[in-house]
């Protein structure tokens, strides 16, 4: 059962992230903001992280023990604040069952709310079974 819910999960991936005081704008002239910060949620025996180094760049660490996988993709954010991201680069450590393709596209919706972020709404490719596991409450992840 755990390597049918690493595969399902291992398919897909998406997280959340903080609004940080640097504002853009997008084509209708909303202001957006900035994903940036690492966040961190533990569900169903995984724990997940999501790292966003750069503007358009986010790092997803997903482990179980010893196994896991770390999926790169870049992203934005449209004008409803709903992430879309495709897969750039997968590692795998350990015995992963499966590992999502190079190119997959996914989005989520994510919300902050002080010192919490909590991600919805996830769609794409295989997603129905890393819902339980992605979608929820992230904190920020401490070093």
């Not at 196994?67 to 750039?88: E, F, H, L, P, R």
């Not at 997959?104 to 919805?120: M, P, Q, Y």
């Amino acid at each position: 059962m755990l390597r049918i819910a690493l595969g399902l999960v291992a398919v897909f991936f998406a997280g959340a992230a903080v609004a940080d005081d640097t504002k853009k704008k997008d084509d209708a002239g909303k202001e957006k903001a900035k994903l940036s910060g690492a966040w961190v949620r533990e569900a169903e025996g995984f724990e997940v992280q999501f790292h966003f180094p750069k503007a358009d760049e986010m790092k997803i660490v997903l482990s179980n023990g010893a196994n896991g996988v770390t999926v790169k993709a870049k992203y934005s954010v449209d004008k409803d604040d709903v992430v879309k991201g495709t897969i750039t680069d997968v590692e795998e450590k350990g015995d992963f069952p499966t590992k999502p393709a190079k190119g997959l596209e996914f989005s989520f919706k994510f919300k902050i709310d002080g010192k919490k972020a909590t991600v919805s709404d996830l769609t794409g490719e295989h997603t129905e079974g890393a819902k339980p596991v992605i979608e929820g409450e992230y904190a920020p992840k401490k070093d």
